[in-house]
């Protein structure tokens, strides 16, 4: 059961780019065990936190709040769904000639993104205070 020539070139620089990076990791690993060093003593300051310099005061752990990681999340949303626009416009002269459909499509795209974004402002997510 042999692929036939063709179909078989089609995967040859998929191949050629796997065996090429397997070469430079292991090349990579093989210097770092043969020329890098180990830490000659082991101090207790070492174990320490450092952070630019400054003595640390108080916990690591704060409270954050909440609508912090909400506004993340929201920005990451919006930003995923106009991600989706980048295609659309790459396409859009191409099938505007073959009909209107394609501004009815994202017409309806961004009918949902603005009723998002009014649920939104109207729950409030979008206020800090």
Not at 7 to 34: E, H, P, Q, R, W
Request: include cysteine; aromatic fraction near 18%; hydrophobic fraction near 50%.
């Amino acid at each position: 059961m042999f692929l036939p020539i063709e179909g078989s070139l089609d995967y040859l620089a998929v191949l050629i780019l796997i065996c090429i990076a397997l070469v430079i990791a292991t090349a990579v690993i093989s210097i770092n065990k043969i020329f890098g060093t180990s830490p000659r003593e082991i101090t207790r300051k070492k174990y320490e936190t450092y952070e630019c310099g400054v003595e640390y005061v108080g916990d690591a752990h704060q409270q954050f709040s909440v609508r912090y990681y909400l506004v993340g999340i929201i920005f990451l949303i919006f930003d995923v769904e106009v991600v989706f626009m980048y295609p659309w416009t790459l396409v859009y002269h191409t099938y505007l000639k073959t009909g209107p459909l394609i501004l009815l499509e994202m017409g309806l795209f961004f009918m949902l993104l603005l009723g998002g974004y009014f649920y939104l402002r109207l729950r409030g997510a979008l206020s800090w205070d």
